[in-house]
Structures are given as C-alpha cells and as structure tokens.
C-alpha cells in the first residue's frame, strides 16, 4: 500500500475517500433500516411527527394529513408534532391522536379495497 501511495497518490487518496464514503452511507442504511424494522405500526403518541406516523404505518403522508385534518407541513415550514398541533388548536391530544387513528383505519381500508 506504500508502494502504492508513492508512485499515485492522488488516486490512492481518491479511492481512499470512495470507500469512507461507500462505509459511511452503507452503515446509514443498515442504521435506518433496522430501525425502522422494528417500529412498524408503533401506537401513536403526542410526540410524533405526521410523517412519522405515515412512515410506522405505510402510509403516504399527505394522504394521512388530508383524512386526519392536519396542517401540511409547509405551514410552519416543519413537521409538527401532534402535542404541538393540538395546543394550537385548542384541544386536547387524545382528541387529535383519536382523530389519527381514525384515518388510519381508514386509509388502510381503503388501500385494501383497491389492492394496494
């Protein structure tokens, strides 16, 4: 490898830095999908987000906010969360995780229906 990096350094540092790179987004990948494998239909709580929620669930998550009746989250310019969007509406979280749940079921109902 010495040998190798006197006579063409240019291209052992280039290869070099390929292959951190190559590691680091491989190990990103391998982080995010065993995480997401094991929080698959995860009940919904007051801290998480619309897109969170859809990613648990296999939902999209525009049609999630349009059956739910939450703001998209270009309104405040990032995701919300429930707890945050229920103090601005003036009710109480269950109310809204209820009104989520609700579009759960029936967006997987509907995804059923048409063979998704």
């Known amino acids: 490898m010495i040998g190798l ?3 063409r350094p240019i291209l052992t540092t280039a290869f ?3 292959c ?7 190990g990103r990948f391998v982080v995010q999908a065993v995480y997401w494998a094991n929080h698959q239909e995860e009940p919904v709580s007051p801290w998480m987000t619309v897109g969170y929620i859809a990613r648990s669930w296999g939902l999209k998550p525009r ?4 059956e739910a009746g939450l703001p998209l989250p270009e309104v405040k310019g990032r995701p ?5 969007i229920a103090r601005e ?3 109480p979280v269950e109310e809204l995780i209820a009104d989520v749940e609700a579009a759960i079921v029936t967006l ?3 995804e059923e229906a048409t063979g998704e």
Do not use: I, N, Y
């Open 5 to 7: 990096w006197r006579k």
């Open 16 to 18: 070099l830095l390929a």
């Open 108 to 110: 997987r109902a509907q």
């Open 63 to 66: 049609e999630l906010d349009a």
């Open 89 to 91: 509406r003036g009710v």
């Open 80 to 84: 919300q969360p429930l707890s945050e």
């Open 20 to 26: 951190a790179v190559t590691l680091f987004f491989s």
